[in-house]
């Protein structure tokens, strides 16, 4: 299994903005879609958003539709997450894994997905 490096959170206020960014060190994330999960304090890890291999089609868990954008450049090896209009909820860990199962607004990591990176923070508070 491919384990994912995330980067990019940080403390930010209300209705503020943060651009996450996922990569692989030693691997090519072409051909794979990407998925964007988070985990906020004593809550079960959700999926946040999740992009097809080629970009074409993105999904959105609902209370980031609107805000969030995923998209990647694969030349670069990256996914990244948009993420504008921050609110105090969207305080979390947030990784990134590749293969999700994405139904619509229902975003999944693959079955038996176990290499977890170490994610990146996100704290959204005045």
């Known amino acids: 299994q491919v384990q994912l490096v995330e980067s990019g959170g940080g403390l930010v206020q209300p209705g503020g903005s943060l651009r996450l960014s996922c990569t692989a060190p030693?691997?090519?994330?072409?051909?794979?879609?990407i998925g964007w999960f988070r985990q906020g304090p004593g809550l079960e890890r959700e999926g946040v958003a999740c992009?097809?291999?080629?970009?074409?089609?993105?999904y959105y868990e609902g209370s980031v539709e609107g805000r969030f954008t995923i998209s990647r450049d694969n030349a670069k090896n990256t996914v990244s997450l948009q993420m504008n209009y921050l609110k105090p909820e969207d305080t979390a860990v947030y990784y990134c894994?590749?293969?999700?199962?994405?139904?619509?607004?229902?975003?999944?990591?693959?079955?038996?997905?176990?290499?977890w990176g170490q994610g990146t923070q996100v704290t959204v508070a005045s």
């Open positions: 894994a590749p293969d999700p199962v994405c139904m619509g607004s229902r975003i999944n990591p693959q079955p038996g997905y176990r290499s």
């Open positions: 030693t691997e090519s994330l072409a051909g794979s879609a």
């Open positions: 992009i097809d291999d080629r970009g074409r089609r993105k």
